[in-house]
């Protein structure tokens, strides 16, 4: 398995322009994440999917958008970057909800705003 | 809104000491508590989880304490090797199960 893969590993934008950043896993996870982390702080939920279809909006929401339409795929898009999304992006999965399950993390995308 | 957080940013230890790395929460609804350990580059890697009716959990070389009366969770490495140099974060997650809210991480060093 690769576990949690996300694409591309770095990225600069200018301010306005829209990207698309990938999370992929293989191990058929119901449930899959995307955390930003700023630096010298913890990770902070933007928006989950508990399942194909499903998605909901966690802590720092505004600004991006999500969509699940496969189990395995879970994109993050920025439809309009701003300087204050520049940020370590962390793509996560697990296997699902109702309680605690053990969250898989991927390698994380580095995005620069200028 | 609810938080966690760790007491200290970083922790400088000799090899083959042991390490004690806390954290402070204030949600006393969360139901299990988790650490992670994040290299350098790195996504968050799993270590160990303890649920809310446990005070003590062990794990290889890692013990985790959960003291529910004053909201605090340590971690506690044994005999600490340089490849544990990284920045640790306590996590809690909801109960649904949906979220986890993370501290803001120890740094931790050791010298050899």
């Known amino acids: 398995n690769a576990g949690v893969t996300q694409t591309p590993k770095f990225q600069v934008l200018k301010t306005g322009q829209s990207m698309t950043l990938q999370c992929a896993q293989d191990?058929?996870?119901?449930?899959m994440s995307w955390y930003r982390q700023d630096p010298g702080m913890g990770l902070r939920l933007i928006h989950y999917s508990v399942g194909a279809g499903i998605t909901d909006q966690g802590e720092v929401p505004n600004g991006y958008n999500v969509s699940r339409s496969t189990t395995e795929d879970f994109p993050l898009r920025l439809l309009s970057a701003a300087p204050s999304q520049t940020s370590v992006y962390f793509c996560a999965s697990s296997i699902g909800t109702g309680t605690y399950n053990e969250q898989f993390f991927g390698p994380g995308t580095r995005l620069t705003v200028l | 809104g609810e938080s966690v957080g760790l007491h200290l940013p970083t922790l400088s230890v000799q090899e083959g000491d042991n390490s004690i790395i806390n954290c402070a929460y204030s949600n006393s609804a969360s139901d299990y508590f988790i650490w992670y350990k994040q290299e350098s580059g790195k996504g968050p890697q799993f270590i160990i989880d303890?649920?809310?009716?446990?005070d003590k959990r062990q794990g290889q070389r890692v013990t985790v304490l959960l003291n529910k009366t004053v909201k605090h969770l340590s971690l506690q490495i044994a005999a600490t090797q340089p490849g544990d140099s990284a920045v640790y974060f306590c996590?809690?997650?909801?109960?649904?199960?949906?979220?986890?809210?993370f501290g803001k991480g120890t740094t931790l060093s050791v010298s050899s």
């Open positions: 191990m058929n996870h119901e449930y």
């Open positions: 303890i649920r809310s009716n446990m």
């Open positions: 996590a809690e997650c909801n109960q649904a199960g949906t979220a986890l809210i």
